[in-house]
């Protein structure tokens, strides 16, 4: 008899650290469905019993879950605001910006922000963490290489100053790739860094259960100094968000206000 889908998330976690249950149950149940089906393996038992034993079928499973879609300059008037307002703001305040993004897949995201800021305050000395559950995506994002379909966005000027053309794709150049740095890290698990300036995660948390989605949310609340901006995704909104210490900036950015408890102090 196969497992109950409640058992097999109970299993996986304790077989790789990665709390499923955390992800909306009908989306993430049908694309293990999906993948159990596609590959042949015949259940949620036999597919526990591959991974324990087989690192590959691990990875294909781990690659086929997480799903690493990304552009550079993803809903670009969002870019053109981070480039025009919210960035010259934050760099008012400090020429040291720590700058977080949560979920960055291949990269892209952090590497767009690193572009504008290059543009903007070269003398700046931003510190750009680009975090990501899935190892795989983080060691492609590393070397700076992108598909054609995540490049369609940059503007030719940006192309000529900071790719170059290598293995039917594009690499960026050292000095961008060297101002971000790349760290496994699980949104649901693991410690959050803390005094960010800006933090952004977009199309991220939209797999998440609510309960999950909030505790992400209140934590990137506490991550954020006061005033910094937490910029979503574009279908994204963050629900009791007064409540939770964040004030609507403009759409998709929210700002980060004292508590009462902090204000009173
Ligand atoms: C659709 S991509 C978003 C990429 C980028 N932020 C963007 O909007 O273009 C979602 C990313 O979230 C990552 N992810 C999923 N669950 C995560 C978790 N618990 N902790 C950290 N990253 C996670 C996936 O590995 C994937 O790379």
Not at 67 to 84: A, C, G, M, Q, Y
Not at 165 to 186: C, D, M, Q, W, Y
Request: with cysteine; net charge positive; glycine share 8%.
């Amino acid at each position: 008899m196969d497992l109950t889908y409640e058992l097999f998330c109970g299993k996986f976690r304790s077989l790789t650290g990665i709390d499923l249950a955390s992800y909306k149950q009908g989306q993430m149940e049908r694309r293990i469905l999906a993948f159990i089906s596609r590959t042949g393996t015949g259940g949620y038992l036999p597919l526990l019993k591959s991974m324990e034993h087989d690192s590959a079928k691990m990875k294909e499973f781990l690659d086929y879950m997480t799903i690493n879609v990304s552009e550079f300059f993803r809903n670009p008037e969002k870019f053109d605001e981070l480039r025009t307002r919210i960035f010259p703001a934050i760099l008012a305040t400090t020429r040291h910006p720590r700058i977080w993004s949560a979920g960055c897949a291949g990269g892209a995201e952090p590497y767009s922000m690193a572009i504008i800021l290059d543009e903007i305050a070269p003398d700046a000395r931003p510190e750009i963490l680009a975090t990501d559950i899935d190892a795989t995506v983080l060691e492609r994002a590393r070397t700076g290489w992108f598909p054609p379909n995540e490049t369609r966005n940059i503007s030719e000027p940006r192309l000529s100053r900071h790719f170059t053309a290598e293995r039917n794709g594009l690499v960026v150049s050292p000095k961008i790739s060297g101002r971000v740095t790349f760290k496994k890290h699980n949104l649901l698990e693991d410690p959050y860094p803390v005094d960010c300036d800006l933090i952004v995660c977009r199309n991220v948390v939209i797999y998440f259960a609510d309960g999950a989605k909030d505790r992400v949310y209140r934590g990137f609340w506490a991550s954020l100094k006061t005033g910094g901006v937490l910029f979503v995704g574009g279908t994204e909104t963050i629900f009791r968000s007064t409540e939770m210490g964040f004030a609507l900036e403009s759409a998709f950015m929210y700002k980060k206000v004292p508590t009462r408890a902090t204000r009173i102090a």
